[in-house]
């Protein structure tokens, strides 16, 4: 074991965990931060979706001891309220079915949107893909992602 400080949704957090925990676990075990989900464990799915320094990281890939003084964003600290425009659009557009996927989705459009504010559909495309969703709901994704960035106009 080892103990990392790291910083997380602008809190510093010191965890005692062997150097090649996943970030996800530290997020969900060790913080108690379960907003981000496990899918596959191979950095595959994109349910496990964080940002590091405002880029969309697969956190189940990402060792904590890789994570240095990177500044991590989870589903948790990307609005106080769940008001981001993102999360609006999610719900004005009824994008999750099961929900399994949506935090990683979400982190992953909010990460594109912080660096391209009016994606063309072939960025969003490319920004949303290897985020798996089970329950097909891709159109709507879509759909939110491009309300979203009307909303942060």
């Known amino acids: 074991m080892a103990a990392f400080s790291i910083t997380v949704n602008g809190e510093t957090k010191s965890v005692d965990v062997l150097p090649d925990t996943p970030l996800l676990w ?12 496990y899918g596959c464990g191979i950095a595959q799915c994109g349910s496990c979706t964080v940002h590091v320094n405002g880029n969309a990281v697969r956190s189940c890939s990402l060792p904590i001891s890789a994570v240095g003084s990177n500044k991590i964003t989870t589903i948790e600290g990307l609005s106080k309220n769940g008001d981001h425009p993102v999360q609006q659009a999610w719900q004005e557009v009824d994008v999750p079915q099961c929900g399994y996927c949506q935090a990683g989705q979400i982190m992953s459009a909010a990460a594109l949107l912080s660096k391209t504010p009016a994606p063309t559909d072939e960025q969003i495309s490319t920004a949303m893909n290897g985020n798996i ?7 709507r994704i879509k759909e939110a992602v491009v309300l979203a960035s ?3 106009k």
Do not use: F, I, Q
Not at 26 to 37: E, H, N, P
């Open 133 to 139: 969703c089970r329950c097909g709901t891709y159109h």
């Open 150 to 152: 009307s909303k942060m």
């Open 26 to 37: 530290v997020l969900r075990d060790s913080l108690g931060l379960v907003g981000t989900k």
